[in-house]
């Protein structure tokens, strides 16, 4: 199971049965999971869809955001 974490309060955002982080932000996505001020530190997103997505005030340092599509993604903060 994995977790995605408020980076300020550590409260749990959004829960998955995914094998990893990569996964559950991906799947988060799709079900439109508002994921500002997640943690997703040191996140390999490489190549991930996550336009039009609120991650607004996320923790994105170290993430591995190559070649993911970030178009209409919230990224403020």
Do not use: H, P, W
């Not at 500002?36 to 609120?54: E, I, Q, T």
């Amino acid at each position: 199971m994995v977790e995605i974490k408020n980076r300020f309060t550590g409260s749990v955002i959004y829960t998955s049965e995914c094998e990893n982080l990569r996964q559950a932000v991906i799947e988060a996505l799709s079900k439109k999971a508002d994921l500002s001020g997640a943690n997703l530190s040191r996140a390999d997103l490489y190549g991930a869809d996550l336009s039009g997505a609120n991650l607004s005030r996320a923790d994105l340092y170290g993430a591995d955001l190559s070649r993911a599509n970030l178009s209409r993604a919230d990224l403020y903060g």
